[in-house]
Antibody, heavy 120, light 112 residues
Framework: QVQLQESGPGLVKPSQTLSLTCTVSGGSISSGSYYWSWIRQPAGKGLEWIGRIYTSGSTNYNPSLKSRVTISVDTSKNQFSLKLSSVTAADTAVYYC????????????WGQGTLVTVSS | QSALTQPASVSGSPGQSITISCTGTSSDVGSYNLVSWYQQHPGKAPKLMIYEVSKRPSGVSNRFSGSKSGNTASLTISGLQAEDEADYYCCSYAGSSTFEVVFGGGTKLTVL
């Protein structure tokens, strides 16, 4: 059974960089059948796709966040990471990592989510 | 890319059927059979209920079904049960220029 677990600081100051890591267990992040994605959800609001990475390191990002987002992968640790720069209060949200089927665009496994608050 | 449009809320009584719509454009829902639906209970992560418009993952009840017509996708839940009360989100591929994914704003299902 594949499991994903987000980790990282729960509080980030405005203008700083938000950094989260997703650890994958029960399966290899190097599998060619999947992308590894980040999705966020502000309190009481809907889901927003942030971006994805393939095992090769190839990435795609939400155009609205592209200038501030970097997603990377560490296959040796079976982890992938999110960095979001120049954060503001609008970036306060629950951040989820998820597994996405290549070319089929659906998310079949999700982490439990981690709340990141942007505040001084 | 704009979010897909869903009704804010729907309701139904136990045993009834309800349908949640998800309206996009010819650039996303209308162009690709890559619509998925997610159920989210409060404080929990979303759960995949339907993918590729109408396919059900293993373990998902056959009371959940999906369809699409033009730019609008739909999720139908038959034989409503109390545990179906949750938020539901649709999701679609939005084009090969950016390989973007868009979600709907979500629909709160209340079982009366």
């Amino acid at each position: 059974q594949v499991q994903l677990q987000e980790s990282g600081p729960g509080l980030v100051k405005p203008s700083q960089t938000l950094s989260l890591t997703c650890t994958v267990s029960g399966g290899s992040i190097s599998s060619g059948s999947y992308y590894w994605s980040w999705i966020r959800q502000p309190a009481g609001k809907g889901l927003e796709w942030i971006g994805r990475i393939y095992t090769s390191g190839s990435t795609n990002y939400n155009p609205s966040l592209k200038s501030r987002v970097t997603i990377s992968v560490d296959t040796s640790k079976n982890q992938f990471s999110l960095k979001l720069s120049s954060v503001t209060a609008a970036d306060t949200a629950v951040y989820y990592c998820a597994r996405e089927r290549v070319r089929l665009v659906h998310f079949d496994y999700w982490g439990q989510g981690t709340l990141v608050t942007v505040s001084s | 890319q704009s979010a897909l449009t869903q009704p804010a809320s729907v309701s139904g009584s136990p045993g009834q059927s309800i349908t949640i719509s998800c309206t996009g454009t010819s650039s996303d829902v209308g162009s690709y059979n890559l619509v998925s639906w997610y159920q989210q209970h409060p404080g929990k992560a979303p759960k995949l209920m339907i993918y590729e418009v109408s396919k059900r993952p293993s373990g998902v009840s056959n009371r959940f079904s999906g369809s699409k017509s033009g730019n609008t996708a739909s999720l139908t839940i038959s034989g409503l049960q109390a545990e179906d009360e949750a938020d539901y989100y649709c999701c679609s591929y939005a084009g090969s220029s950016t390989f973007e994914v868009v979600f709907g704003g979500g629909t709160k299902l209340t079982v009366l």
